[in-house]
């Protein structure tokens, strides 16, 4: 049921209503995540991407399972949305032995190798360097697969978005920089930061194309990832994708963050009127989707984040025994 | 016997390794350039290609978080610093994310990478081209530090560093850069974290780090005029360090002279002193002298630096006031 298929510009209402279920997934898993903070159940720091949804599904759509992701702290969206297992993401975010990073990660350290997701980590900016390594790795390795750095507006306030921009240029390599502009870091907002809103020409400043996207537009934000997946298979180097979207909750946690910004409180009222879930639910009811279909679709991503709660409560927590595993790799073959 | 000096011996370990194995390549700043890296990378540019050999902008953040990406998806990166100072500007890619990137994902990912910086003294080349920080990288879980003294520890630590599998810094120390020594021809491997019984001796113990080792072996012969027999051990892996060979050597000696250059407080002699005093305290028949550079940056004036940096004589003064 995964919608990644390496690409195809056609969009049928077959997949859209895929593009909507991942959406609406990746929703409700996080809407449970912050119920789950807020009665305590959950004490590791968690990121809510609520309202950002169409960026990570319209992003990996367009994707091939042996292409990589690279994220931040705010990665639900892109662990689940490039395949990773609601279980596995669960459960770590439980701290349980059973997640996928054994429970030493928790929410902001996902990985799920299998499915191009080598490691999401919180300190912005770090993983874009190292999405630019994965795009150096194919091109020796003399594959078509592409690196795909998920990042915020944060992020490109730091220097290794700019010396990975100008590497990446450099060498030609096959990288999608995805800058999910949300307009805040932390309690910062875009122009408390910059000067100027231009994130985007950072990728004509280096001699490759940047596109601004409506980060609220699922359809929009695949259409742009295809045409740099295009680019990028065929050697033509990487792509800046600004994704421009808004962050509905705050920084960390459930909270609204309503006491940060300048006028976050209308902002916000007026950024939920662009909810992306709601955006393609009504393209889809031109094409046919019934409110009960939508509706069968919400329940079952009940049940699965239910099933995924159950596993994670049920499953134990990491032996004692286990904290110096993993420090280092026992040797491989040369 | 074939002699090589230490700079060639590490360029032949380069050139064996990527010519083994094709997962390997070299990125970093003046790789194309006898400047920064003396012989020891002369022409692999012409002889492997400018593909995998590359010269990288000035970029030491981007360059080593890509090494680390492109080590994460398969690839046996090895990123060049030419001077040890410079890698500062990479210490999120390698102290956040290299060294933990294996624990944080429950070892599902690791990192197969080699950090090599150099480590440039003298020369009025002032504080910000002259650091030995081996001591910041040693402290965290997840790297591995290797030094090497010779030059056929030069070529096996950097073979062995690439097949490790975990994240590795190998520092080379421009000082030892002429030095000769056997070399064997074959790629081969020096294991990480087994130090070098490199003068065997019965009146004291010196552990020494990198050029501290061939000036520990310096100050032997001098000791041995004056009829004093020290057992010289080169440690060659920082982290992890080889207890067994220093404890058996202190055991039967029962002195301990530690040599590193590097700053004093805090460092790995600090290390290595606060271990043997808590582990073999009983073994123990005189306090331990660390020689150590001051506490203070590295001067620029040729004769401030003849007083900040030390060598054999200080560690024959070292060995002598163990003994008294």
Redesign the interface.
């Known amino acids: 049921m995964h919608l990644q298929d390496g690409g195809t510009r056609r969009l049928s209402s077959e997949r859209l209503t895929l593009f909507l279920y991942e959406m609406l997934r990746i929703r409700a898993t996080e809407e449970r995540i912050g119920q789950l903070v807020e009665s305590r159940e959950i004490k590791t720091p968690c990121h809510l991407s609520i309202g950002q949804e169409a960026i990570p599904v319209g992003v990996c759509a367009a994707l091939r399972q042996d292409d ?1 992701v ?1 994220g931040g702290h705010r990665s639900h969206g892109h662990y689940l949305a490039k395949g990773g297992d609601l279980n596995a993401m669960m459960a770590e975010v439980f701290g349980k032995a059973t997640g996928c ?5 928790g929410s902001m ?1 996902l ?1 799920a ?1 299998a499915q191009g997701i ?2 999401t ?1 919180p ?1 912005v900016a ?13 091109k ?2 003399g594959t078509d697969e592409v ?1 795909v750095a998920f990042f915020g507006d944060g992020a490109t306030d730091e ?2 978005f700019h ?2 921009l ?2 990446a240029a ?2 030609r390599l096959p990288v999608l920089f995805v800058c999910e502009n949300n307009l805040y870091s932390t309690h910062m907002m875009l122009n408390e930061r910059r000067v100027k809103d231009n994130i985007v020409e950072s990728a004509a400043l280096h001699g490759f194309p940047g596109l601004v996207v409506d980060g609220n537009d699922a359809v929009a934000v695949y259409q742009a990832t295809y045409q740099a997946m295009e680019r990028a298979r065929t050697g033509e180097g990487p792509t800046l994708l600004e994704c421009r979207t808004y962050r509905w909750r705050g920084h960390v946690g459930p909270a609204l963050d309503l006491e940060v910004g300048q006028n976050r409180q209308q902002d916000l009222a007026e950024w939920m009127q662009k909810d992306p879930i709601m955006r393609l639910r009504e393209r889809l009811r031109e094409e046919g989707l019934s409110d009960a279909d939508f509706s069968e679709i919400e329940r079952r991503i009940a049940d699965e984040v239910d099933a995924a709660v159950n596993f994670a409560r049920r499953s134990p927590y990491p032996d004692e025994s286990d904290l110096l ?8 073959g ?1 | 016997m074939r002699e090589l000096t230490y700079a060639q011996a590490i360029r032949e370990a380069h050139a064996q390794l990527l010519a083994e ?1 094709p997962r390997v ?1 070299l990125i970093g700043q003046g790789v194309w350039n006898p400047w920064y890296a003396g012989t020891s990378l002369q022409d692999l540019d012409k002889e492997f290609g400018r ?2 050999v ?1 010269d ?2 000035v ?1 030491e ?15 046996r ?1 090895i990123v060049f610093h030419p001077r040890m100072d410079f890698m500062l500007l990479a210490v ?2 390698i102290i ?2 290299a060294a933990n ?10 990192v ?1 990478v080699v950090i090599r910086a150099v480590i440039n003294r003298g020369g009025e080349q002032g504080a910000q081209h002259s650091q030995a920080l081996q001591a910041l990288f040693a402290h965290v ?2 790297l ?1 530090v290797v030094m090497p003294a010779t030059p056929s520890d030069a070529k096996g630590l950097l073979i062995a560093a690439v ?4 994240p590795v810094l190998y520092l080379d120390d421009r000082w030892l850069y002429e030095r000769r020594g056997y070399v064997p021809e074959p790629l081969y491997q020096v294991p990480l974290g087994k130090a070098a019984l490199r003068r065997s001796g019965k009146d004291v113990t010196v552990v020494a780090t990198s050029c501290m080792a061939a000036e520990s072996l310096d100050a032997a012969r001098v000791l041995e005029a004056r009829g004093v027999d020290a057992e010289v051990i080169d440690l060659r892996t920082i982290k992890p360090w080889d207890r067994d060979t220093v404890f058996s050597s202190v055991g039967k000696t029962g002195r301990l002279v530690i040599a590193d250059a590097a700053w004093l407080s805090g460092g790995i002699a600090a290390e290595i002193a606060a271990t043997v005093v808590g582990e073999l305290f009983h073994a123990l028949q005189a306090p331990i002298i660390r020689v150590c550079l001051p506490d203070a940056p590295a001067p620029s004036s040729s004769f401030l630096e003849q007083a900040y940096y030390i060598g054999a004589d200080d560690i024959v003064v070292a060995v002598e006031k163990v003994l008294r």
Do not use: C
């Open positions: 990589t690279w990073a054994g429970g030493r990660g350290h990985a190798p080598f490691g980590v300190l770090a993983t874009i360097p190292m999405a630019v390594g994965a795009a150096l790795s194919a020796l390795r690196a220097g290794h010396e990975s100008n590497l450099l060498y595993h993993h420090v280092y790799v026992s040797r491989r040369a | 194995d390549f593909a995998r590359m990288s902008p970029s953040n981007a360059t080593t978080g890509a090494a680390i990406g492109a080590a994460i998806t398969g690839m990166p999120d890619p956040n994310q990137w294996s624990y944080l994902f429950a070892g599902q990912v690791s197969p879980p997840g591995k097949n490790d599998g975990n």
